[in-house]
């Protein structure tokens, strides 16, 4: 039997779980034929075979099903060095895998990301602004930002601002609102357990709560409905108060907190220290828009939680 190759090994994990070649190689950006030819390397260099390969998908053989029960635990360890050797690591350059929600990367981060780069050109970020919460123990992610109110006790990490939203509404359908005088609103629902828990204005109050008109989870749609005057929509702050196709028509409600979180051992990695004091930088200097104060009055601590 020939030497075990570990990265053969890992890719045969992510076969295992993912149970089939297509998606396993998608999930590691390699070539379905590449990564066919590596598995059976593998089952070459074995002297068994790991898969069970019929027209109706893939199952472990019982050679296969040890190898994943046993190389499992060791791909976590394995991980787990990587995060405590990465947070050793003393040099400002190199990778950082960040992950954040899209609408944070768009409307906070990406003008302040393009002054990092600038001043640390040897630092190279990786975005990824999946709303999965990837895992930073096994270095999926090395910074988070993550929209919660329980971050977890097993991460480091600090509050660095909050989630905001109130209702919008575009100037056609507040003409159309003020000439039909309805007794309640269109509202483009987010879908979901959404409840509209905000306080309308008093000139767009009606007898009944607003009605679902349309269900679209889509933000961005929710944002093109309302400019077309479709019906009202509940908006992050931070996004519909700098679209002047839009008019807020509500208070203000805080939805949630938002979080900068990473991995207990890498707090004391250089370019990790440096990109997360720039992180609570970028977060402070927009606070009043992420709260809706731009157009509020009223202290931030007096926004309606949800």
Not at 26 to 53: A, N, P, Y
Not at 152 to 177: M, N, P, Q, S, T
Not at 280 to 286: D, G, I, L, T
Request: with cysteine.
């Amino acid at each position: 039997m020939e030497q075990m190759n570990w990265d053969d090994v890992r890719l045969f994990l992510a076969v295992a779980e993912q149970g089939s070649f297509r998606k396993a190689a998608q999930q590691l950006e390699v070539g379905h034929s590449t990564l066919s030819r590596r598995i059976e390397s593998l089952e070459d260099s074995l002297g068994v075979l790991l898969f069970s390969r019929k027209s109706t998908g893939l199952t472990l053989t019982s050679a296969g099903e040890e190898l994943q029960r046993t190389g499992q635990p060791i791909q976590v360890e394995f991980a787990q060095l990587q995060v405590r050797m990465f947070g050793q690591d003393d040099q400002a350059r190199g990778n950082i895998r960040f992950t954040a929600p899209s609408l944070i990367i768009r409307d906070v981060l990406m003008q302040p990301l393009r002054e990092f780069c600038t001043r640390w050109p040897d630092i190279h970020i990786e975005v990824d602004h999946s709303l999965d919460l990837l895992d930073l123990s096994t270095k999926e992610a090395d910074i988070a930002i993550r929209m919660t109110n329980t971050p977890g006790d097993h991460l480091i990490g600090r509050k660095v601002g909050v989630y905001c939203e109130a209702a919008y509404a575009g100037a056609e359908y507040l003409r159309w609102f003020e000439a039909a005088a309805p007794d309640a609103h269109r509202w483009l629902y987010p879908g979901g357990n959404y409840r509209f828990e905000v306080l309308l204005h008093a000139p767009y109050q009606t007898p009944a709560p607003p009605r679902r008109y349309l269900t679209v989870p889509d933000l961005e749609s929710q944002v093109r409905g309302a400019e077309l005057g479709m019906g009202i929509a509940m908006l992050p702050c931070l996004m519909a108060d700098a679209n002047p196709k839009l008019q807020r028509i509500s208070n203000v409600v805080k939805r949630t907190d938002i979080w900068l979180l990473a991995h207990r051992d890498t707090r004391n990695n250089r370019r990790m220290q440096l990109f997360r004091d720039f992180l609570v930088k970028a977060f402070a200097a927009e606070e009043d828009r992420m709260r809706g104060l731009d157009q509020l009055s009223a202290p931030a601590e007096e926004l309606l939680e949800v």
